[in-house]
């Protein structure tokens, strides 16, 4: 994975900016025992591949890129899916920096018999743009902000990056 400074990212002037509704995305897959624990509730580590899978899709989709993980933020299991059940999941681009972006995934539990549908996981992850050739960082499109909501996650972004940023160099200085 790249780690080299040598080649700062390129600015990301003359990128022309791309509404979130570009990064939406979604994917579903059916609950089977394969991937449940004893009491026949969807893994927690599965969900969180899954999450990552849909959050990767919805920055490359922003960036054009390859992207990488870069770290999970947040996430909340507040419902369980049982075994038979369809798991969705919806992400998109939160917020852009500047080789980075914070991706939010909903995943929702949908019953097949019923098509009951409840929120079942939140995650926020971030994720780095990778220029094909150097392999480094590379600048990602602005974002172009339209509904209350979409300014509301934004705002939100930009106190968990503060946040985020704060307790890596505390720990870096811890480190020193
Ligand atoms: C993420 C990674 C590309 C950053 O590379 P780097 O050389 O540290 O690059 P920089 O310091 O220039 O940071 C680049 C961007 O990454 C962000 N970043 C770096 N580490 C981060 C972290 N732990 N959490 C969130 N963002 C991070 C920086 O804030 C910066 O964002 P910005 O340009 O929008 O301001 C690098 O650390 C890496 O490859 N990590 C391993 C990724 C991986 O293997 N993921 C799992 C498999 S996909």
């Known amino acids: 994975m790249p780690n080299s400074k040598k080649n700062p990212p390129p600015s990301d002037r003359g ?3 791309k509404p979130i509704s570009a990064s939406r995305s979604e994917m579903a897959e059916v609950v089977l025992p394969a991937i449940t624990n004893p009491l026949g509730k969807l893994l ?10 849909a959050a990767a899709m919805a920055a490359s989709r922003h960036s054009n890129s390859y992207v990488v993980t870069a770290s999970v933020d947040y996430i909340d299991f507040r419902n369980p899916i049982s075994i038979g059940e369809f798991v969705i999941l919806k992400s998109q681009v939160n917020r852009v920096f500047h080789t980075s972006m914070e991706i939010g995934v909903k995943v929702f539990s949908e019953n097949a018999l019923t098509g009951e549908r409840k929120h079942t996981t939140t995650a926020y992850v971030t994720f780095v743009a990778i220029d094909a050739v150097t392999k480094r960082p590379k600048a990602v499109a602005p974002l ?3 509904t209350a909501e979409e300014k509301r996650r934004w705002r939100e972004a930009g106190v968990r990056r503060k946040t985020r940023l704060a307790l890596r160099y505390r720990k ?4 020193d």
């Open 15 to 17: 990128l022309k900016p």
């Open 44 to 53: 927690g580590g599965h969900v969180m591949h899954l999450v990552d899978i």
């Open 144 to 146: 172009i902000l339209k």
């Open 172 to 175: 870096r200085r811890e480190k």
